[in-house]
């Protein structure tokens, strides 16, 4: 079926009054929870599901795929404004927007984190529209020797995360990936590091733990030192620099929108690897691309475009799995996806054959959610805005009881609260010393994905370690990666060789 | 600087200790496969390593003459922000199944606010009310999330509350 013909049927379907006011009101309720710390798009997704008992399956899929891309654009709200990421894919999102928020500027870095994340989503739509038949029928070839040299490009990017403490970082992601460990061991099925707790069968949860260490450890930071919070208020902002970003500023970020709008649709594609490994990815590309790598972590716009771009464009991606394959690309697909199987979706390659109005009214209402939660985000941030003029004393503890109704709604148990708080003390501990949260984050989220895939890649080729390793994809992948992860490490042995040199 | 030594020496003696732990609770392994020990002990060997050479680099980077004294201020940890902070979501936590989510978040509500520099005891009391109500709308009754009711006269007085919407 031609593209023109899908797009046909999905405005048959999104453009209805009925549809356009559900879409509309999940983009409300998607970037209000994206903003909220400790509501994950994931979560947001959960949350939504309840909206969607009474609706068909099309228009089910039109609204939830509404608040999925929300969510990820809201949570850049708070990531710049309050240094918290919204979701876990706003995570680079902080790295320059809060300190350009800090800095005087908080209009132009949310409108930049926006308006590039609207971009990042209507390219990728389009760039699902055209591409799913090829680059899914890609992704079906991979195997899991490829699979796991995908997971473990993701992690090449700890070192980048923070290039002056490299030691630190990489602890930090290898405690990540031996966190992911614990629970039932995936292939063998036995317990590891579980010392004979039932709670720990089933893993650490990641979201409990995310939203502990970075809303719980952020409150804590504030009990002990009140700093960051109160540095973006009305008082300081510059009110002559500040300003919604100029066209002629987001024409000279051209080049990081479109490579990271391209990485990360090509990254939300792959299963497994979603929107934060795209922003992270992204973030880390574009300071290795970059003259003044020494900018980005004080205030460099293109380090939030980057992050922004990616994260919305993995959204689009993590559709093209879910619908031309009926596998989920990240955990809010695999949601959809429960969501439609509920209603009687058969899901499976024959979808887009026999049904393409899913895939013209997901397209269709990407391209509608991505314009109008711009307008809905400066709303939104506006209100968000407001509520630094909160005590903190009152803003602070309405964090705290965010992120416990957060980690308590996802299996409507205290056991979650209990290890988000625990992950919020050892997360402030963490930080105190100078690990880094991100890293650790990235290798809980891949260290499932990296274990399985590398164990059964082994096994296929009966424990030959050089088999997996010499396959043409997986070869090559994993070359980058190696020197993705080193670059950061020998590049300043290089200069420093080079100083020494002239002098 | 001591602190930070004692952390990563912690880590370190917990990771050797992981290190054979998952050893004592593997299946023999099937030849041909990687099982289930290898890759947490590869992650720990690596983690070892790291952990150490970030142990010297602190010794290394010691200021000169610098003794390590581990001086423990028992009455400054208990008296700390960061202490009773830190007990108070905890206990809160744990308390959620017994007290419910209604009383609990009242009273953290009051407790953390009080930590966090608020004075004023009559604003506190309406806005810990307020709030409460607030999230307890929009996620109980709005979405449909059950929050915990606790247990005994805290239940049947949440359930007197949830009946009236």
Redesign the interface.
């Known amino acids: 079926m031609q593209a023109m013909e899908i797009i046909k049927l999905g405005f048959e379907v999104v453009f209805v009054p009925s549809t356009l006011i559900l879409i509309f009101f999940g983009t409300v309720i998607g970037v209000i929870f994206g903003a909220l710390p400790g509501v994950s798009s994931t979560m947001a997704v959960v949350?939504a599901l309840?909206f969607t008992y009474g609706l068909d399956p099309v228009t089910s899929i039109a609204f939830l795929v509404a608040v999925y891309c929300a969510a990820i654009t809201g949570g850049g709200i708070t990531a710049v404004l309050f240094k918290i990421p919204g979701t876990p894919s706003n995570a680079p999102t902080t790295f320059d927007g809060h300190p350009m928020a800090a800095g005087g500027q908080p209009l132009k870095a949310l409108s930049i984190a926006l308006i590039t994340s609207a971009l990042g989503g209507i390219a990728a739509a389009i760039l699902m529209l055209l591409v799913t038949p090829q680059l899914s029928a890609a992704a079906l070839k991979f195997g899991s020797s490829e699979l796991f040299a995908i997971s473990a490009m993701g992690l090449s990017v700890l070192t980048a995360l923070d290039e002056g403490n490299t030691?630190?970082t990489?602890?930090s992601g290898?405690?990540g990936?031996?966190l992911a460990?614990v629970g039932m061991?995936p292939?063998?099925g036995?317990?590891?590091?579980t010392w004979g707790n039932s709670t720990l069968l089933s893993g650490i949860e990641m979201i409990p733990v995310m939203i502990g260490m970075f809303a719980?450890t952020k409150?804590?930071n504030?009990?002990?030192e009140r700093s960051k919070l109160q540095n973006i208020d009305e008082a300081k902002r510059d009110k002559i620099r500040d300003g919604i970003v100029k066209l002629k500023e987001l024409w000279a970020m051209k080049g990081t929108i479109v490579r990271s709008g391209i990485l990360g649709t090509i990254v939300g594609i792959l299963p497994g690897a979603g929107a934060t490994i795209a922003s992270f990815l992204s973030y880390s590309t574009e300071v290795k691309l970059s003259k003044n790598p020494g900018n980005y972590g004080h205030g460099e716009p293109r380090g939030i475009a980057a992050a922004e771009t990616a994260n919305n464009a993995a959204t689009a991606g993590s559709m093209v799995p879910l619908l031309s394959l009926g596998i989920p690309g990240g955990n809010a697909a695999a949601i959809m996806m429960s969501a439609l199987i509920m209603k009687g979706v058969q899901m499976g390659p024959m979808l887009l054959q026999r049904q393409p109005e899913y895939m013209g009214s997901v397209f269709v209402s990407m391209m509608f959610t991505n314009i109008v939660m711009v307008f809905v985000s400066f709303a939104v941030a506006k209100v968000f805005g407001k509520v630094l003029s909160i005590?903190?004393?009152?803003l602070?503890?309405?964090i705290?009881?965010?992120a416990?109704?957060g980690s308590?709604?996802l299996q409507?148990n205290?056991g979650n609260?209990?290890l988000?708080?625990?992950a919020?003390?050892f997360g402030?501990?963490y930080s105190k010393?100078?690990f880094n949260i991100p890293a650790l984050i990235l290798g809980l989220v891949l260290g499932p994905i990296v274990?399985t895939n590398?164990?059964r890649a082994?096994?296929l080729e009966?424990?030959n370690v050089l088999a997996v390793f010499t396959k043409p994809i997986t070869a090559v992948l994993i070359i980058v990666s190696i020197a993705s992860l080193l670059l950061p490490i020998v590049k300043p042995l290089i200069d420093k060789k080079k100083v020494n040199a002239t002098n | 600087m001591v602190q930070e030594l004692v952390f990563n020496v912690a880590l370190l003696i917990f990771f050797i200790y992981c290190y054979f732990y998952i050893g004592a609770t593997a299946p023999e392994p099937i030849p041909g496969q990687m099982d289930g020990a290898q890759w947490p002990r590869m992650l720990i060997v690596l983690l070892v390593i790291l952990l150490c050479a970030n142990i010297y680099k602190i010794l290394k980077n010691r200021p000169k003459g610098e003794n390590f004294k581990i001086a423990l201020d028992i009455k400054g940890i208990l008296t700390s922000k960061l202490f009773i902070g830190s007990m108070l979501v905890l206990v809160y936590s744990y308390a959620l199944d017994y007290i419910g989510f209604i009383f609990g978040t009242i009273v953290f509500f009051i407790a953390y606010s009080s930590l966090l520099g608020e004075r004023k005891i009559s604003k506190l009391l309406i806005v810990s009310v307020v709030c409460t109500a607030v999230l307890y709308i929009i996620f109980d009754v709005g979405l449909d999330i059950f929050l915990p009711r606790g247990k005994g006269v805290f239940r049947n007085i949440a359930l007197m509350i949830e009946s009236i919407f």
């Open positions: 949350l309840t030691i630190k990489l602890i290898l405690m990936l031996l460990t061991d292939i063998y036995f317990p590891r590091f719980v409150v804590l504030e009990t002990v005590p903190y004393s009152i602070g503890t309405l705290l009881l965010l416990t109704i308590y709604a409507n205290t609260v209990i988000m708080v625990i919020g003390i402030y501990a010393f100078g274990e590398l164990r082994i096994m009966q424990g």
